[in-house]
């Protein structure tokens, strides 16, 4: 070979390593920070976002990482400190603002992050809060236990958006809550399962399967309207709902326990002070992963809401959320 085409070889050569050098550095990784324990919803939902999000957005890496404590605090805590020019995503929940609200104006628990530093993007997870039990186990069985002694539930955290649904409709029955923290839906799960606790409020997706199985028995949903998704060995059930046409009939019919329906699930959220390129960004992210299939079936296969909302429209749902949070508080006290 002459020297010459040599030359030419080795220079398109190192042309070709400069293309995809530079294919490989674009890609940024992009930490999703979950509060929450391996097996769970948000932690699932948060894999899922991520796989689908890095087959629509090369340009990035998504990757999961965990930051368990606390159920959501030590993550909100963390994430609350880092600065805001970091590209990190948070799972940001519900059941953190409501108990961050609740505990700085009522001093029921010690809250060491400022919410207002973390900013909503997009929802992500919108789901219906049901009450499980053992099989056998009715809710006549469990309106009747709490006014005589008391439950115990797990679903987070006292102050939990599970434990402020349950606990603001068992007060209107007359009865108390104990909650039992686990950390995660699975673990929540688990606690029932193995008797630690009488019910569990968890989201569809997680105990779907024991549902299918007969291990544990839906018997209630959060919602005004009944729950229809769920098949039993016996086949498709629908699950009474605590207000509506669907009112479970054990209830008092002169209650209205429609302020126990809260808004449940959550948002990926980035750093208040971001720049707005980077939660349009995000936000367009977020658009297209739900305009696939992948992610609005599969949302759909474990019987969870497809609602959106973004930038703006996220920031103020979530604060009329926390309001009606503190409101069924207000009901507990």
């Given amino acids: 070979m002459k020297k010459s085409t040599k030359l030419l070889v080795a220079t398109m050569l190192m042309a070709v390593a400069g293309i995809s050098s530079a294919f490989a550095k674009k890609a940024e990784t992009i930490k999703i920070i979950c509060p929450y324990g391996v097996g769970g919803t948000a932690d699932a939902i948060a894999r899922k976002f991520a796989e689908v999000a890095n087959k629509l957005h090369p340009e990035y890496n998504f990757i999961v990482e965990q930051k368990t404590g606390g159920d959501g605090f030590a993550a ?14 948070l799972v940001y929940g519900y059941g953190v603002a409501y108990r961050h609200d609740i505990g700085k104006k009522y001093g029921t628990e010690l809250v060491d992050f400022d919410r207002s530093k973390i900013y909503p993007v997009a929802s992500v997870d919108d789901r219906t809060w049901i009450l499980y039990a053992l099989p056998g186990t009715t809710l006549a069985d469990v309106l ?14 006292p102050l939990s958006d599970p434990h402020l649904a349950l606990g603001s409709l068992i007060a209107q029955e007359g009865g108390t809550v104990k909650v039992v923290p686990y ?3 699975a673990a929540q799960k688990k606690g029932l399962i193995d008797k630690e606790v009488d019910v569990f409020v968890g989201s569809t997706q997680v105990a779907q399967q024991e549902v299918e199985a007969g291990t544990l028995v839906p018997i209630l949903a959060f919602s005004d309207k009944p729950f229809n998704g769920f098949v039993a060995p016996s086949g498709k059930i629908t699950v009474p709902s605590i207000a509506g046409s669907a009112k479970a009939v054990e209830l008092n019919a002169a209650n209205d326990y429609s302020g126990s329906i809260l808004a449940a699930g959550g948002f990926i959220a980035v750093h208040k002070g971001a720049k707005q390129d980077w939660i349009d960004s995000v936000k367009k992210v977020a658009q297209d992963v739900w305009a696939s299939k992948e992610y609005s079936e599969w949302i759909d296969s474990i019987l969870l809401n497809n609602f959106q909302v973004y930038d703006k429209d996220a920031a103020s749902f979530l604060e009329t959320a926390s309001k ?3 409101a069924a508080y207000e009901k507990l006290k």
């Fill in 76 to 89: 909100a805590q963390f994430y609350t400190e880092e600065k805001a020019s970091k590209k990190d995503l």
């Fill in 144 to 157: 009747e236990k709490a006014k005589n002694g008391g439950i115990k539930m797990s679903g987070g955290n």
């Fill in 183 to 185: 950390d995660g839906g």
């Fill in 324 to 326: 009606n949070a503190i």
